[in-house]
């Protein structure tokens, strides 16, 4: 007799469906992070220190996903300065949709 496991459907931010505080926030920020570690990758720490203009010990926090240490504001500057352009939209709040979230242009 195999037993099936209770499984909920989350609604697409891990940190809410944990029950973090704050959860909005650690998903805007990890979302942004990833993609500055995807623009990062195949750099030295030494080059993208330099590029982003930080210590090589950022770097290494951004590539283990320790964005705990960089606001939104900062993780949004090291995406221009790769030469992204991050657009900020606002709307009205529908139903059970995040009240934040990040979606990639093509």
């Known amino acids: 007799m195999s037993k099936k496991a209770a499984v909920t459907e989350g ?3 891990i940190f809410a469906d944990l029950g973090i ?3 909005d926030q650690f998903y805007t920020r990890a979302c942004l ?45 090291f995406l221009n300065k790769l030469d992204r352009t991050v ?5 009205r709040h529908r139903g059970k949709e995040p009240y934040q979230q990040v979606t990639l242009a093509p």
Do not use: W, Y
């Open 11 to 13: 609604d697409g931010n």
């Open 87 to 91: 657009t900020i939209q606002i709307s």
């Open 21 to 23: 505080d704050n959860a």
């Open 33 to 77: 992070g990833v993609q500055v570690m995807k623009l990062l990758k195949g750099r030295s720490q030494k080059d993208a220190a330099k590029l982003l203009g930080v210590k090589p010990l950022e770097i290494s926090a951004l590539m283990r996903a320790n964005f705990g240490r960089f606001s939104q504001e900062r993780l949004i500057g």
